[in-house]
C-alpha cells in the first residue's frame, strides 16, 4: 500500500537533520493520512486520504 494520498498524491518528505557538529541523521516526514470510504462514480470505495482533502470535501463519504 503507497503512503500517499489517492487525490492529490501527496506523500513524504525526506531529507536529514544535521545538528552543529554535523551529525547527520535520515529524517521523514509523512502526510497526515487516513483511511475513508468515499464514493467514487458512484461505487463505495475504501482511499487513504490526507487531512487535508478530507477537510476540504473534496469526495463525497459513503
Ligand atoms: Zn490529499
Do not use: D, F
Not at 494520498?5 to 501527496?10: E, H, N, S, T
Not at 513524504?12 to 487516513?34: C, D, E, F, M, W
Not at 461505487?43 to 490526507?50: A, G, H, N, S
Amino acid at each position: 500500500m503507497a503512503r500517499e494520498c489517492a487525490l492529490c498524491g501527496k506523500k513524504g518528505q525526506y531529507g536529514a537533520i544535521v545538528s552543529h557538529a554535523h551529525n547527520v541523521t535520515k529524517r521523514k516526514r509523512q502526510p497526515n493520512l487516513h483511511r475513508v470510504w468515499a464514493k467514487i462514480k458512484g461505487r463505495k470505495k475504501r482511499i487513504l486520504l490526507c487531512t487535508k482533502c478530507l477537510r476540504s470535501g473534496k469526495i463525497e463519504k459513503a
